[in-house]
């Protein structure tokens, strides 16, 4: 059963009669469990759902035509939590008092069809499988850390026993699902010949399992009581590197794709050069940081024409990065100043909340950046990385937009992954955006902890 929270004024659901409140029990004789349901079940063109309204039973018919939406949104649905301890989990490795939602760890299969999360499938049984396979819900997005059991077990910080992972992945290859899969790189843990022999057993295979992730462990200063890691130094990232080419050029004479794929992390912190467009295939796993640089600066080089060259008043900006991102955000700055009129100050932020470890731009906080800001210079806006501030507005740690404009003493928006888009709006009308793109699980239709 799944609750009906709000309807949109022109959509099917309302054309059909639904209200808020309504409770759909069955969708063409099928029960309605959650929202993973109601999507396989409505796709049909011709449907009848069975709704309970202020306990009453009503039957409701629906025609729809192909790739209309329902225009229904529905209560929040509970997710999986995680049941591993995973000795590289950032999530304990973050100080108390944030928002109580950003120490949930989730782990839904549904979660990660619908939005492309990662998950251990550790928490899933014979019936979820069945599921996966039933509805067809593919991709799926795996993370594997290691395929040797033993180890796995190790990392995920299980004490019970441990569901083979090998063993899992092959039953969903052999029912037709695709999947994409990660590796958390640990030195001295899963690396070296474990790393080789993962790699070589997700490539066994392909092409259900389409592609693997490759992503350097991420360290804070809050690791009290938690086990021994190394951070990834670049002369170790330069080992990996060269490990992840010589897979890559050989799977690429094998089967037409590099299908081991380096996060962006490797590159910028061994100072490498970014590779082309050609090197992510279809871009597999962008969302993971797999070629996301190399996106944006491809979306640069398209859009920065649309600029222009000069304004007609006078402004100054400043962009905010973290400092993985400094070094190719600094050449579109230097274009930037190019432009008659504009002065840009490139903003560079240590992350003093996580620790120096941690440099990546979605994981700066709102006190961190406002500290950087109230420099007594004066500027007209401040730009920060869309990924920084959720799709609520807010920060890491619980700041709106306006909070932080107030804190940091200048008028801050959320940029884009498009810069020329974002600032060739702001020259136009001086416009900013409040919302940005890190994703948090409530606004995805997930409630996290206990119900009030």
């Known amino acids: ?30 029960e309605t469990k959650d929202i993973l349901d109601f999507q396989v079940q409505s796709a049909d063109a011709v449907l009848c759902l069975e709704v309970e309204r202020e306990g009453e039973l009503y039957e409701v018919d629906v025609e729809r035509q192909p790739g209309e939406g329902f225009g229904v949104d529905f209560e929040e649905l509970r997710l999986r939590s995680c049941n591993n301890k995973c000795v590289f989990c950032f999530i304990h490795q973050m100080p108390k008092g944030m928002r109580r939602s950003l120490y949930f760890e989730d782990d839904d299969f549904r979660l990660s069809f619908l939005h492309g999360s990662y998950v251990t499938l550790t928490n899933v049984k014979d019936q979820d499988i069945e599921r996966i396979l039933e509805q067809g819900l593919t991709p799926q997005y795996i993370s594997v850390h290691a395929t040797d059991p033993q180890l796995r077990q190790q990392m995920l910080g299980r004490q019970k026993s441990t569901p083979d992972i090998l063993g899992r992945l092959k039953t969903l290859a052999a029912g037709g699902i695709e999947m994409h899969t990660q590796v958390v790189v640990c030195p001295g843990w899963n690396d070296g010949p474990h790393l080789k022999r993962t790699v070589e057993d997700l490539r066994s295979l392909y092409p259900a399992v ?11 200063r809050h690791r009290d009581n938690l086990a021994q890691l190394s951070p990834v130094t670049p002369e170790i990232a ?30 910028i912190i061994t100072e490498s050069q970014l590779p082309p467009v050609e090197y992510y295939d279809a871009f597999p796993q962008l969302e993971n940081g797999i070629g996301m640089v190399r996106s944006f600066l491809e979306t640069w080089e398209n859009n920065k024409g649309q ?146």
Not at 7 to 17: F, K, V
Not at 345 to 363: A, K, P, R, Y
């Open 1 to 30: 059963m799944i609750i009906i929270k709000e309807l949109e004024r022109e959509g099917i659901g309302s054309r059909c009669g639904l209200q808020p409140g309504d409770k759909i029990l069955r969708i063409n004789g099928e």
């Open 210 to 220: 389409r592609s693997v992730a490759l992503v350097p462990v991420g360290l804070t």
């Open 238 to 267: 330069r080992e990996y590197l060269a490990d992840m080419d010589r897979w890559g050029k050989r799977f690429h004479r094998e089967i037409g794709e590099r299908f081991v794929y380096a996060a962006d992390e490797f590159f």
């Open 307 to 452: 600029l222009p060259r000069s304004l007609p008043q006078p402004v100054r900006i400043a962009i905010i990065t973290g400092v993985l991102a400094e070094q190719f955000i600094r050449p579109i700055v230097d274009e930037l100043r190019s432009i008659t009129g504009v002065e840009v100050d490139l903003m560079v932020v240590e992350n003093d909340f996580f620790g120096h470890g941690i440099t990546v731009s979605g994981l700066l906080t709102g006190q961190d950046i406002a500290k950087v800001l109230r420099d007594g210079v004066v500027r007209d806006i401040a730009f920060v990385p869309p990924n920084c501030i959720n799709g609520e507005g807010v920060t890491l740690d619980d700041k709106t937009v306006d909070q932080l404009s107030l804190e940091a003493g200048v008028r801050v928006a959320v940029g884009d992954y498009d810069m020329a888009n974002v600032l060739g709006e702001y020259f136009a009308s001086h416009s900013g955006a409040i919302h940005g793109r890190g994703r948090q699980l409530s606004e995805l239709g997930y409630y996290v902890g206990r119900k009030k």
